[in-house]
């Protein structure tokens, strides 16, 4: 419990500190992207490309699926992510099967849907930091907790970013289902919300 407070501390602080707050970025980004993906293969659709961008965003470029769910599908997969990672802190030897999951998961994407420099920096750079995690075993779970944190952190107040501009995936939403933007940040907070809660009451 102590370790998850002060990694939730950690990266509440991170969000606020240009530069040194990119690669928590890219690294959130990268699994809002991959729910966005995987949910478009899910419902029928296909992947071409998932681009990370300079300023810690990212873009899915896809074709088919179901575009409200995919649509809805980011934040609650970087939430996700977060909670998968917090057991590689948390029990035992999750390390053991968490870190080659990880590894496998980001070599795929880079593989098969990565086609800029920038995206295959990061991802290659994701790779050698996992693998580096993998050898460091349990010494690692202060890492694996500072990780999960700042999924869970980011998945929680990206939303609220979106109630200060036009763009990103409540505006798409808007645009597709008439539904105020508003309607569904509220939603996504509410998942980030009771993720974070959901976490750090279980035992």
Known sequence: MKRLLLALLAAVLLQFIPILNLPFLWFTAFFHELGHALVTLATGGSVRQLVLAANGAGHTLSGGGWPVLIGLSGYPAASLAGVLLWQG???????????????????????????????????????????????????????????????????????????????????LLYQLTAIPATIFVIFWVFIGLSTVVWVVTRR
């Open 89 to 171: 802190a948390r029990v035992g030897q999750a390390w053991r099967w968490l870190s080659p999951l990880l590894l496998v998961t980001i070599l795929s994407v880079l593989v098969f849907w990565v086609r800029d420099l920038l995206s295959g920096f990061l991802l290659a750079a994701f790779v050698a930091g996992f693998a580096s995690l993998w050898r460091l075993g349990a010494k690692g779970r202060g890492v694996w907790a500072l990780l999960a944190a700042t999924l869970l952190v980011n998945a929680l107040l990206s939303p609220l970013q979106l109630l200060l501009g036009t763009g990103g995936d409540g505006h």
